[in-house]
């Protein structure tokens, strides 16, 4: 028993939040947790089936920014000057559901107050909304804490942006610790949900390597001037279920965002996309691997942070 507390102590210097960890981790202080998250997604993506892209991504900007610790969950507070991440530039009029966190939370907080965390209902959640849109699952690692601060800073840093070009997309992952394959497999994600007008406008009008008849038919909905909160699905072959259009559509030249055809462009993730492309269920298992990964960023565990009785403020 010394021999495996020293062992846990070590690893925990190692790999934050290795040892408490665990998918098990709320089976006796909450064991109904995970059937409430469920329930809960299935229902709003049932009512609404972008909800489920959205649910993904607010999961992708909260372990992006400071580690998958519910920040981006957190209001700003004028009387603090408090200022969070919802308003940063690749945040703000953009992410939604937070509603159903919201609703999500509630539930939880009657069936056992004060014990499963916000990080932990999004990154639940997550998993969730791609499985209810038909792609694949996986057993999430439970136990995270949530944040008591925020960074608006790194919020507009450190998430990927719809106008990077191939060479910066591998290096934004490359610095949270993601290799070109997982930066592609999790790129699937645009397989499901929409993007506004102004961040693809000029794609559809200016670039070359777009096909003509997708980017006329776009352009019907997203015109050269005005227009921009309207939105397109990201995935043209199949707007909402998670599968390997978006792939298929990149060797198209169907690619909505400038990013996202940057990953068949003639470079080194090309093969990549073929390969995705060619074998939906490749794809779906090194997406399911990549956002395992991703979900353990930068955990609090143990004494760490705090459980939030209310996701969108401290304790």
Request: negative net charge; contains cysteine.
């Amino acid at each position: 028993m010394a021999y495996h507390l020293n062992l846990c102590v070590l690893l925990i210097l190692i790999f934050s939040g290795w040892c408490s960890a665990s998918p098990q981790y709320y089976s006796k202080t909450c064991p109904r947790a995970l059937s409430i998250i469920s329930a809960a997604v299935y229902g709003a993506v049932a009512k609404e089936s972008r909800m489920g892209a959205s649910l993904l991504r607010l999961h992708f900007h909260d372990c992006f920014v400071t580690g998958c610790d519910a920040s981006i969950l957190l209001d700003d507070d004028e009387a603090s000057s408090f200022t969070g991440e919802k308003s940063a530039g690749p945040n703000a009029n953009s992410l939604r559901g937070f509603e159903v966190i919201d609703a999500i939370k509630t539930k939880l907080e009657t069936a056992c107050p004060g014990v499963v965390s916000c990080a932990d209902i999004l990154a639940v959640a997550a998993r969730d909304s791609v499985a209810a849109l038909g792609g694949p699952t996986w057993t999430v690692q439970l136990g995270r804490r949530d944040s008591t601060t925020a960074s608006f800073s790194s919020a507009n840093t450190d998430l990927a942006s719809p106008l990077m070009n191939l060479d910066e997309l591998i290096s934004l992952f490359s610095k949270k610790g993601f290799t070109a394959k997982e930066m592609v497999a999790l790129s699937g994600a645009h397989t499901t949900g929409q993007a506004r007008c102004l961040l693809f406008r000029n794609r559809i009008y200016n670039e070359t390597n777009i096909d003509s008849t997708f980017a006329k038919s776009i352009q019907s909905d997203c015109p050269s001037s005005g227009g921009g909160d309207n939105l397109s699905p990201l995935d043209d072959g199949s707007a909402v279920i998670f599968d390997n259009s978006y792939f298929k559509n990149l060797e198209g030249n169907k690619g909505l965002l400038h990013s996202d055809q940057q990953l068949f462009n003639g470079g080194s993730t090309d093969s990549q996309v073929t390969t995705y492309s060619d074998n939906p269920i490749t794809f779906k298992a090194d997406f399911a691997d990549a956002m395992l990964k991703m979900g353990n960023m930068s955990l609090l565990t143990g004494t760490a942070g705090q459980i939030r009785t209310n996701c969108r403020k401290v304790n």
